[in-house]
């Protein structure tokens, strides 16, 4: 199992934390709200409570924030995330969800990286998935990309600790790709499906 640590208090954070306890997984828990941050910390019950901006004692950490201050963090770190896979699970779109805040050609994810001390590597996965859907407990699929392959290794077995199926589509290039998946799920939501309810997922064909 994987030794966690994550950054942030909200809701994706706690379901995160939830399930990687659950799978057996060490979790750290670390958050500017010292009080939210034992509140979670208690309600898993065998988590630990981090310090901000010290070294986060789990190999991973996952950057549970919102994207317009994800890079920031991430350089307020600096070295202490040396070394570290480093999980990005924030979305891009904008206001209304019909489009990215990020330009052509790049992503959230490729922004924290270059904010990233250079032996860190940044993985994207999860944010192709609703967080109240993931709190439910489904098996659902998670795609995820990187490029250094030992560290989408570590990501994909922790997904798998999570009952979760991992699928890796390539490069860190494809975090744009995975992030304008965003807005197709919300449209999905809205429209087609018609609940929110709801999860993209794979399908093999034999």
Not at 16 to 26: F, I, P
Not at 119 to 139: D, E, M, W
Not at 153 to 177: K, N, Q, Y
Request: proline share 3%.
């Amino acid at each position: 199992m994987s030794s966690v640590s994550i950054i942030g208090v909200g809701n994706m954070a706690s379901t995160l934390a939830t399930r990687a306890v659950a799978g057996g997984n060490s979790v750290e828990i670390i958050g500017r709200d010292q009080a939210k941050t034992k509140e979670l910390t208690a309600s898993l019950g065998g988590a630990t409570a981090g310090t901000v901006g010290t070294v986060p004692a789990g190999d991973i950490v996952i950057l549970a924030v919102p994207y317009a201050s994800a890079a920031a963090v991430v350089s307020e770190y600096g070295a202490a995330l040396a070394g570290k896979v480093i999980i990005d699970i924030s979305n891009t779109f904008n206001a209304d969800a019909t489009g990215l805040v990020t330009p052509d050609g790049t992503s959230g994810a490729q922004e924290i990286a270059k904010a990233a001390p250079a032996s860190a590597h940044v993985v994207k996965a999860f944010n192709t998935i609703f967080g109240h859907v993931l709190a439910q407990g489904h098996p659902l699929d998670v795609f995820f990309a990187g490029d250094d392959a030992e560290a989408k290794a570590t990501v994909s077995a922790f997904i798998e600790s999570l009952g979760l199926r991992p699928f890796d589509v390539g490069g860190l290039e494809m975090a744009h790709w995975l992030e304008g998946m965003g807005p197709v799920l919300m449209g999905l939501a809205r429209n087609g499906a018609g609940t929110f309810d709801v999860a993209l997922g794979v399908s093999i064909l034999s």
